[in-house]
């Protein structure tokens, strides 16, 4: 079994890997963390030229933050930093690509209908994944 953990600054993301951590550890399977430093059209003429690096250290400073939490459960992951459009579309390239079986990421809890609309991360890495997918709250 080999597992991907899709991670960013949010606390649901620190408890995915908390329990990919518990999952990997039992299985005695590789466990790899993947941050998406996400980027767009346009983003240095919006946001200045520098917009798109701190994005990066973002995204960067949350894999470190998921190791620490991996490595406090007696596991050593990969890490994967990957720039792009689309976090969704390069999660499931990694699991694809990777031979994964398994996805686990966070979602943060909606309420109401804020819960009814489309288009999170989450969501969409739930329908085009090759693999099963745990969504952690």
């Known amino acids: 079994m080999?597992?991907?953990?899709?991670?960013?600054?949010?606390?649901?993301?620190?408890i995915a890997v908390?329990?990919?951590?518990?999952?990997?550890?039992?299985e005695k399977a590789p466990l790899t963390l993947l941050a998406v430093a996400e980027t767009f059209q346009d983003i240095e003429s919006l946001f200045g030229e520098d917009a798109s690096e701190r994005l990066k250290q973002r995204a960067s400073a949350a894999l470190d933050?998921?190791?620490?939490?991996?490595?406090?459960?007696?596991v050593k992951p990969k890490l994967m930093l990957k720039t792009g459009v689309s976090p969704e579309d390069i999660i499931v390239d990694a699991a694809e690509k990777g031979g994964m079986d398994l996805v686990v990421m966070g979602t943060r809890s909606k309420k109401g209908k804020a819960k009814l609309r489309l288009g999170s991360v989450a969501?969409?890495?739930?329908?085009?994944a090759p693999c099963s997918v745990l969504v952690v709250r």
């Open 18 to 26: 908390a329990k990919a951590a518990e999952i990997a550890k039992k």
């Open 123 to 128: 969501s969409k890495v739930v329908a085009l």
């Open 65 to 74: 933050a998921a190791m620490a939490i991996a490595q406090a459960a007696g």
């Open 2 to 14: 080999k597992i991907l953990v899709a991670v960013d600054p949010s606390d649901t993301a620190h």
